[in-house]
């Protein structure tokens, strides 16, 4: 069984940064996508990002361009999620997942695994 923990969530306000991290427990994780979705209440799970087995392809929601980065450290089995200039839109739980192939997707589907998530809260 594969365990996803996240952190980094917390209260910011607009236009400042959080960086969340995903510790993944087996190595054998290594060879799949990773990818982070955000849920704010009363909404569907939405796509942030996902980056490729080996970091060659990343891919963004539309809001989450040119704001927010993934990257991922294989030594550590850690995937991140640097954001940015976050807005109170930003606002909800986070969420890490282990995806299906090596190269990530957009679709929740072909995500496997899924951490508890972590609560960013981004006051105006």
């Known amino acids: 069984q594969v365990q996803l923990q996240e952190s980094g969530g917390g209260v910011v306000q607009a236009g400042g940064s959080l960086r969340l991290s995903c510790v993944v427990s087996r190595r054998t994780a290594t060879n799949n996508a990773m990818g982070w979705f955000r849920q704010a209440p009363g909404k569907e799970r939405e796509f942030v990002a996902t980056i490729a087995w080996n970091g060659s392809r990343t891919l963004y929601g539309d809001f989450a361009k040119g704001r927010f980065t993934i990257s991922r450290d294989y030594a550590a089995s850690t995937t991140y999620l640097q954001m940015n200039n976050l807005m109170p839109e930003d606002t909800a739980v986070y969420y890490c997942?282990?995806?299906?192939?090596?190269?990530?997707?957009?679709?929740?589907?072909?995500?496997?695994?899924w951490g508890q998530g972590t609560q960013v809260t981004v006051s105006s």
């Open positions: 997942a282990v995806g299906r192939s090596s190269y990530g997707s957009s679709r929740r589907e072909e995500y496997r695994y």
